[in-house]
């Protein structure tokens, strides 16, 4: 409950609060007062003093500060009181306020705010106290202590306030823009006013931003009665005339702005308010690098740009952009189909990272919050896509071997190659269909390392065992090394090979041996003219003893002759070789053939003999020498030579012409046995009856058709055998006939349904064309009684040669006992002409037997003419009865018929070997007619050293069995002659190998078979001495010394062997394993070139490439 002290307290408090309020009223009139006319002051000032606004800012600054003073002192202060915030008066203080107004009042005021307290300090019993209090507050509760306080009476104050208002109210009546525009400068202190002109300053542009570095164009218009002649425009501290466009109209560029500015305009003395250009931060780009990662497989070295925004890369480049900025918030990167922003990684760096697939190109541009900067360059990306691998090749074929294919290629890439192989199908026709090899691939090497590069290889056709009708295609392929897209390859070329079917086989046959018939044929003729132009110049030089220019000129038609024939025997000889060639590479030929073909072209080779090639080098010295006898003398050796040449050809034709014959007897024999099979099979399924007689009727009829190819085939036999000189039986007993009829007669009875006829008729005529079959393969040569035939006649004609020799050295015996007048001796000479009649007839079988036997070696028929042309002189000698020179020529007759009787020996052998490896299981036949060594052969039977030294041994036992102290044979002892004969054919043998091997190792001239030529002619000596009978001594220290050179000879022979493997081993095979040396021009080339070939390595890719180009270029295959 309160008491009435609460109540005193609770006036007192009221009394406080209205007495801050009287403060604060009072407060408002002085400060109304006082702002008032501190602003009148302030605005009169500034209106009539123009200040600038330096001054107009401290007069503002000053207004603000005073009039917050007043404001704080005489209102803020009094209202924080009002509201008890900070101290405010006591009790006490308000009592003696109170006491002015209330005099009584005051005492007991007091008193009774001091028993209070006095209570409050009072430990003991107060009651006293608080009645004495209660009583006196009592005493007081009726005095109003508010009315204390009368707030009317600040009515006297108005006289502070009133004055400066009416002041102030008067002249915002009369003058307005007193205050007005006073106020309006001292608020806008910071700006100037100029002074009114008569015309105003109108600047047309709406925007003062201005990006940085860029120029801003001012655009001014004057509006008033008047204009000024001109305008000026005021930066700073500068003044610029304006471009007066009109009277009223002025411009102005501001050029590279790169700081805020402030202008205004000046004309006849005014000046216009200023103006403020705000510069803007322009987003620029500094710089940028492009960092290049280029794929690993194309070997370029990574690489970075420089504020070089244009690429050339290859696919698959990996390139980092980083951008160098300034003032940018954004940057943008605009492709064709798609924009990028970059992030920053720091302030003023964008990085950006693209896999660049695809030429395009693209923009970068800038911004920040203020603006976009316009300037942008564009840039180009150019892509450089992995190109293809490219492939040329050149192929070239073996002129001998057209199956052995030699290739030169180029290559070239971008940057490489990952594999290079060369892959061919075959597809054969030996079937009834076609039928695809699968594909096979060889593996070729090559560097990879570089963009283009040359290549070789070889490839034989002969490994496929391809035959007649078969096609080989095949091609190169390569393949880059791609690393991004994966590797491409490409291909050459397709390439075919077509064998020959069987029928232009055949025709290409039969046209190679017309021929080569037509040849052999034109060169006998020009060999029997060539032998009576030099018959009828010898006669001539026989009457002259000197030559004339005409005889030069006959000789040198002779040696143009001679030459023409050579050279027609050498195409007859290729064609025949290419004939073979083409034969064994497509047909299944027998081995007797493959031998005969072989055996023919031997001789064919040793027509024109290296002794003939002396001959007429001979021939062409002594012409120049113009000496009648010598070239008499060679005349007549070239006489004897061209004989020899022409009984070769002849034999030569012969025995074309009957390999040719045996062939197409074989070939009808294979088909004829085919055939047999297929009606065999055929009267099988007839029989049988499981197939249509349709499908019977039409396998019938063409066997039909094949047979009558077959007939068609008899009828070329029988015009090739005709041409034969020994023709062969070629009766077919009615068999040929009688298998037609056979075939019509099955091909009616399977019309008629008559199968068992049919079937019959088949089986008939198959086993009858196995009787052609048989009797083709005697024709063919094959059978053994032909062989036995041949071999029976060549040991007869063997026989009567070792007995004509015989007879010989008989007659030629007799000569030496005789005195030329004793009657004897035209008996003898009778006798002579006997043998040479005999030997007229061993040559003419001789001739006849050898156009069957091709292992007659062709000096065969030299050694018989030179029987025929020495008894010749041997009979004219013995008429004149010139007895040494005759016996000379007798002596000759000896050494070629004993060397005749050691070659048909050898002959003989062979033929009896080849017979015996025909019949497997069965033993060698007898060895007739003699035991002659044979030809020695190089690699065996021993080394011509070891040959000699048995030739030595065998010289001393027959000089053991001669008379002693003379060296010949005793009378009678045909024994010892026989085996001096021998003796003397061995040796001769010896020596012709010798003059062999000296030819061909001074075929390339560098004459390291001089010394081998020297040991033929000391054995020729031996030879006379043996043919002599004169085996002496000196014949014994002759042949010491022959084994000592040969010994001498052959080791040397066994060094340049050694050197020739050797070389041979650190060169490479020219063939196959080498197909560059088929290309040695281009190779040259390449050399030419080699020091330009040499690319500076710090040259640029493109750079590098164009000179791959040019140099792939200078020798494109």
Not at 150 to 176: E, T
Not at 224 to 244: H, Q
Not at 527 to 542: F, G, S, W
């Amino acid at each position: 409950m309160a008491t009435n002290y609460d109540f005193l307290v609770d006036k007192l408090d009221s009394f406080i609060r209205k007495y801050y309020k009287n403060k604060i009223l009072r407060g408002i009139i002085y400060s109304a007062g006082i702002l008032v006319g501190f602003f009148l002051v302030v605005a009169l000032l500034e209106y009539f003093g123009r200040f600038g606004t330096a001054v107009r800012t401290a007069l503002f600054w000053s207004l603000i500060l005073i009039a917050g003073y007043v404001i704080a002192k005489y209102i803020l202060y009094p209202l924080i009181k009002l509201y008890r915030l900070g101290k405010v008066i006591s009790y006490d203080q308000a009592s003696m306020i109170i006491g002015t107004h209330f005099g009584e009042v005051q005492d007991k005021l007091l008193n009774t705010l001091q028993l209070k307290r006095q209570s409050e300090m009072t430990k003991g019993d107060i009651s006293l106290l608080n009645a004495s209090i209660d009583q006196k507050a009592d005493e007081l509760s009726p005095i109003p202590f508010n009315n204390a306080i009368d707030l009317g009476s600040n009515k006297r104050y108005l006289k502070y306030a009133i004055p400066p208002l009416a002041i102030l109210l008067v002249i915002l009546f009369a003058a307005p823009s007193v205050i007005k525009d006073s106020t309006t400068r001292l608020v806008q202190h910071n700006q100037d006013f100029i002074p009114q002109a008569p015309f105003d300053f109108k600047l047309l542009n709406e925007d003062l931003r201005v990006a940085s570095q860029e120029d801003l164009e001012l655009k001014l218009k004057l509006v008033g009665e008047a204009y000024p002649s001109d305008v000026r425009l005021v930066i700073g501290n500068s003044t610029f005339r304006m471009v007066k466009e009109s009277p009223m109209d002025y411009r102005y560029v501001i050029k590279n702005l790169q700081d805020n500015e402030t202008f205004l305009f000046e004309a006849d003395g005014f000046r216009s308010r200023p103006y403020s250009i705000e510069v803007l931060p322009k987003p620029l780009l500094l710089g940028f690098q492009v960092t290049l990662d280029y794929p690993r497989y194309t070997g370029l070295k990574d690489e970075v740009l420089r504020n070089s925004g244009d690429l050339s890369v290859p696919i698959g480049t990996r390139a980092k952009w980083s951008f160098d900025t300034k003032d940018t918030d954004d940057l943008l990167i605009h492709f064709q189909d798609s924009t990028y922003r970059p992030d920053s990684e720091s302030r003023g760096l964008f990085i950006f990272n693209s896999l660049l697939t695809n030429s395009s190109s693209y923009t970068v541009s800038t911004k920040n919050k203020y603006l976009t900067n316009p300037d942008s360059i564009r840039y180009a990306i150019n892509v450089i896509p992995d190109l293809y691998p490219e492939i040329a090749i050149r192929e070239q074929r073996d002129s001998i071997n057209d199956k052995n294919l030699y290739f030169q290629g180029q290559i070239r890439d971008d940057y490489g190659f990952s594999g290079l192989a060369f892959n061919y199908t075959i597809q054969t026709n030996r079937t009834d269909s076609a039928v695809v090899k699968g594909l096979q691939r060889t593996e070729l090497p090559f560097s990879g390392t570089v963009s283009a590069e040359r290549f070789y290889h070889s490839f034989s056709l002969d490994e496929l065992d391809i035959k007649a009708g078969d096609v080989v295609n095949y091609y190169f392929e390569v393949w880059d090394n791609d690393g991004f897209s994966g590797a491409k390859s490409s291909r050459s070329q397709t390439l075919r090979y077509e064998a020959p079917s069987l029928e232009e086989l055949a025709q290409m046959e039969e046209s190679a041996n017309q021929e080569i018939k037509e040849t052999l044929e034109k060169s006998i003729k020009d060999a029997q003219e060539l032998q009576k132009d030099v018959d009828e110049l010898r006669r001539d030089l026989l009457e002259k003893k000197e030559l004339d220019w005409q005889d030069k000129k006959k000789i040198e038609k002779l040696l143009e002759e001679q030459k023409k024939l050579e050279k027609q025997v050498q195409q007859a000889q290729q064609r025949n070789e290419q004939n073979v060639q083409q034969q064994q590479q497509y047909e299944d030929v027998s081995e007797k053939i493959l031998q005969k073909q072989q055996q023919l072209q031997e001789l064919f080779e040793q027509v024109m003999s290296p002794e003939m090639q002396e001959m007429m080098a001979e021939l062409q010295r002594l012409m120049e020498e113009l000496d009648p006898d010598k070239l008499e003398e060679q005349l007549e050796q070239m006489e004897l030579s061209n004989e020899d040449i022409e009984s070769e050809l002849d034999r030569n034709l012969e025995l074309f012409k009957q390999l040719e014959f045996e062939i197409k007897a074989e070939e009808i024999q294979e088909k004829l046995d085919e055939l047999a099979e297929k009606q065999e099979a055929l009267a099988e399924e007839t029989e049988k009856g499981e197939k249509s007689q349709e499908e019977l009727k039409e396998e019938q009829d063409e066997l039909k058709e094949e047979y009558k190819e077959i007939q068609d085939e008899l009828e070329k036999l029988s015009e090739l055998n005709e041409e034969l000189e020994e023709k062969n039986d070629l009766d077919m007993m009615g068999l040929d006939e009688e298998v037609a009829e056979d075939m019509e007669n099955s091909s009616d009875s399977i019309e008629n349904g008559e199968n068992q006829d049919a079937s019959d008729s088949q089986q008939d005529a198959s086993d009858k064309m196995q009787q052609m079959s048989q009797m083709m393969s005697a024709m063919s040569g094959s059978s053994a009684e032909q062989q036995q035939e041949d071999m029976d006649a060549l040991r007869a004609l063997l026989e009567n040669i070792i007995e004509l020799s015989f007879d010989q050295e008989e007659v030629m015996r007799a000569y030496g006992d005789l005195e030329t007048d004793d009657p004897k001796y035209k008996a003898y000479n009778q006798q002579q002409r006997k043998l040479k009649d005999d030997a007229v007839v061993v040559k003419d079988s001789l001739l006849a037997l050898s156009k069957r036997i091709a292992q007659i070696q062709p000096i065969v028929n030299k050694e018989i003419n030179s029987v025929n042309q020495n008894m010749d002189k041997a009979i004219e000698l013995l008429a004149d009865r010139q007895t040494p020179k005759a016996n000379s020529r007798q002596q000759y007759v000896m050494t070629s018929l004993n060397n005749l009787a050691l070659l048909l020996d050898e002959a003989l052998q062979q033929m009896q070997q080849q017979m015996a490896n025909s019949m497997p299981g069965s033993g060698n036949c007898e060895k007739p007619g003699g035991s002659g060594k044979g030809k020695p052969k190089s690699g065996k039977g021993g080394s011509m050293s070891q040959m000699q030294k048995a030739m030595q041994k065998k010289l001393e036992q027959l000089q053991k069995g001669m008379t002693p102290g003379q060296g010949k044979a005793g009378p009678g002892r045909f024994g010892m002659s026989e085996q001096l004969a021998r003796t003397a054919a061995e040796q001769a043998a010896i020596r012709r190998e010798l003059e062999r091997m000296s030819q061909e190792l001074n075929k390339d001239g560098s004459g390291a078979g001089n010394e081998i030529k020297e040991i033929a002619k000391q054995m020729e000596e031996t030879e006379k001495d043996i043919v002599n009978m004169q085996i002496t001594r000196q014949t014994l220290q002759r042949q010491q010394d022959i084994l000592t050179r040969l010994l001498k000879s052959e080791k040397a022979e066994r060094e340049r062997e050694q050197d020739n493997k050797r070389i041979s081993n650190e060169a490479t095979d020219y063939d196959l394993s080498s197909p560059e040396n088929f290309f040695e021009y281009q190779k040259a080339r390449e050399k030419e070139v080699e020091l330009l070939r040499t690319i500076p390595p710090s040259l640029k890719p493109y750079y590098k490439n164009k000179v791959n180009e040019y140099f792939l270029n200078f020798d494109q295959p």
